[in-house]
């Protein structure tokens, strides 16, 4: 559905602080560029030109995965992000395979969620087509109770919000993100919704009046429209690859109560017209198949030899800032 906007809706979009592209340096066996105290768990995680960009975060990352026992694969996995090498075969040229770097895919690495939210950006932008989407946030009052229950709490008045009468006229669809915040000086914690939602224009107040109906307290909401694609783009990155800063990381027990109580849960939300979107499946690709860890592959002898030896070749002089390296050879000359 696509409506008009009207002069005092219009915001114009914040600029993004950085750009979405990973940053990639081409410099090998160079230390962590830290300032914290080293910890032996530090020593699972090499320096990588993957990271550069957040390296005292992961470090920070895979100290709580370890004490929160997040599960050893898990852990194994985040620290390991970019340093394993997966080889690939066309399905379409026999003798054409690729070097890929392997990659965590875990919520809490930062490169992974760059990634993840080129792709999630993609498909949001798609579904929004021609049509004008707004910004909805949605906080609750400040409490001293544990994250998990405010989350919870959080979910629950979402859910109830969209059962009611005035949400179904207003909104048929959109894409909620969950924003966590905490403020060290009282130990709260502050949780956020923000929505992309297609629809009609609602009053701010009778947002707000809804709002504080389903949750009792609170009632500060914010509502503005995005008319260029780009804002929508911005704010969809934005909140896909925002993690927790520092006033959560800093501090050993906020970080561990925050990966407890996000466990298995579901940080973003879609409903209406948005439900069906795929929004972290990695498209398939039918062009390529994963054959394994080239490491197992090589130990254990199960390619052709002159694979095992130009991948051998590979590994040893590869830079990197290459992800995906390209294995192309005429079996029958080497
Ligand atoms: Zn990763």
């Not at 990352?61 to 929160?68: E, N």
């Not at 949001?124 to 709490?153: E, Q």
């Not at 969809?236 to 050993?252: E, Q």
Request: with cysteine; proline share 7%; charged share 20%.
């Amino acid at each position: 559905m696509t409506t008009t906007p009207t002069a005092s809706e219009t915001a114009p979009a914040a600029p993004l602080p950085s750009s979405l592209d990973v940053q990639e340096t081409p410099v090998r066996d160079q230390p962590p560029p830290t300032g914290l105290r080293p910890h032996p768990s530090d020593a699972a995680l090499r320096w990588h030109p993957r990271h550069t960009h957040a390296t005292d975060f992961r470090i920070l990352t895979h100290r709580a995965l370890i004490r929160t026992a997040a599960g050893s694969s898990r852990t194994r996995r985040f620290a390991e992000c970019g340093h394993r090498w997966w080889l690939w075969q066309s399905t379409t040229t026999a003798d054409r395979y690729q070097l890929r770097r392997g990659a965590c895919h875990d919520r809490l690495c930062p490169a992974c969620s760059t990634v993840r939210a080129i792709r999630m950006r993609a498909v949001i932008l798609d579904w929004i087509g021609h049509d004008h989407v707004r910004c909805i946030t949605l906080t609750l009052r400040h409490t001293a109770d544990r994250l998990m229950d405010r989350l919870d709490r959080l979910y629950a008045c979402f859910r109830q919000l969209r059962h009611t009468p005035a949400w179904r006229k207003y909104v048929t669809g959109g894409i909620g993100f969950v924003e966590v915040r905490r403020n060290p000086n009282t130990n709260t914690w502050h949780v956020h919704l923000h929505v992309l939602a297609k629809g009609t224009w609602w009053p701010q107040a009778d947002l707000a009046a809804t709002w504080k109906a389903v949750t009792g307290d609170s009632d500060i909401v914010d509502i503005r429209l995005l008319v260029q694609p780009h804002a929508a783009a911005s704010y969809v990155t934005k909140y896909a690859t925002k993690l927790v800063g520092p006033d959560v990381h800093n501090s050993d027990r906020a970080f561990d109560e925050y990966i407890t109580a996000i466990k298995g849960r579901k940080l973003l939300v879609t409903f209406g017209t948005a439900r069906s979107l795929k929004l972290l499946t990695v498209p398939p690709d039918p062009d390529w198949q994963c054959k394994g860890d080239i490491d197992f592959l090589i130990s254990h002898d199960c390619i052709p030899t002159w694979v095992h030896d130009h991948a051998l070749a590979a590994l040893a002089t590869v830079p990197d800032n290459v992800h995906v390296y390209d294995l192309y050879c005429d079996p029958d000359t080497g």
